[in-house]
């Protein structure tokens, strides 16, 4: 722990601080009387849908107070106190849901009815390492942006419409804080670590898949089209791993390049194979 850290003001992740800051909103602030426009089957369906959004808040919550303390080790003093407003949004994303599910008088799944669930959150937080987390993170709030806006678009007037506006807000600013504390390590990122990041990226897109399958009923009696969002996501990671540098093309270039070296090195050495 720092007593006295330097919070330089030109520091991105300290602005997503005060942005966060600013942004807090309540659930008593948010119009609970907008209808819901569903019926008695589709709100049954709606419940099983969003099950895997509401765990996913919760899981976030419990995972960002597990790595502050990785924070603060690491004495990255704004990134601790950006933490701490991503944990207050997912607590109230997860209160939000949760008066959902009693409006509609509706409970989520059970882990045991989709056990997919429970595999995704443990891959997830398989990882102690903050940078892990955070990749992992930003995977889920691309997901989450891509499953409240399909939900803004298709009932814009009604309540959980509304809803996911305010959320996708928050989840804006929970990947610029993963993708700027990324982007500062990508330079010195060994490519083992890149490997690693690649291959959590592979495991919870195979999870999702399952998960949809599972859900696929109930995603259609509400007029959910999971297979749409999944484009839309994979294209979504694949612009985000690009920009931070992360992709395979990138590490084959680098490996051809220290290659390239290596051959001149050992040609200079006099060095021959066998």
């Known amino acids: 722990m720092q007593i006295y850290p330097d919070l330089a003001p030109d520091d991105p992740i300290l602005s997503l601080f005060q942005k966060g800051v600013k942004g807090q909103w309540a659930a008593d602030e948010f119009d609970w009387t907008l209808p819901t426009k569903f019926d008695a089957s589709e709100a049954t369906s709606f419940a099983r849908v969003l099950t895997p959004v509401y765990l996913g808040e919760q899981t976030a919550m419990l995972g960002a107070s597990t790595v502050l303390a990785h924070f603060a080790a690491a004495k990255e003093t704004s990134a601790q106190l950006y933490i701490t407003t991503f944990m207050l949004d997912e607590a109230r994303h997860f209160e939000m849901l949760t008066r959902v599910y009693k409006l ?75 993708e700027h504390y990324i982007g500062r390590q990508v330079d010195e990122m060994p490519y083992e670590t890149r490997d690693r990041l690649l ?8 999870i999702m898949h399952q998960m949809l399958a599972s859900l696929s009923n109930d995603a259609y009696n509400v007029g959910f089209d999971g297979y749409a969002l999944m484009q839309e996501l994979e294209e979504d990671i694949r612009r985000k791993i690009h920009a931070l540098g992360l992709e395979p093309e990138a590490r084959a270039e680098a490996l051809e390049t220290l290659e390239g070296e290596e051959a001149v090195w050992r040609n200079e050495m006099g060095i021959t194979e066998g």
Not at 199 to 206: A, F, G, P, S, Y
């Open 199 to 206: 291959e959590m990226r592979d495991d919870l897109l195979v």
């Open 104 to 178: 509609l008088d509706r409970r989520p799944l059970e882990l045991r009815e989709l056990r997919e669930m429970f595999r995704y959150h443990h891959r997830l937080l398989k990882s102690k390492h903050r940078l892990d987390w955070l990749f992992g993170i930003l995977i889920s709030d691309l997901f989450a942006k891509n499953f409240y806006g399909m939900f803004r678009k298709l009932f814009p007037d009604t309540l959980f419409g509304k809803l996911s506006v305010r959320i996708i807000g928050d989840e804006a600013r929970h990947q610029a804080f993963a």
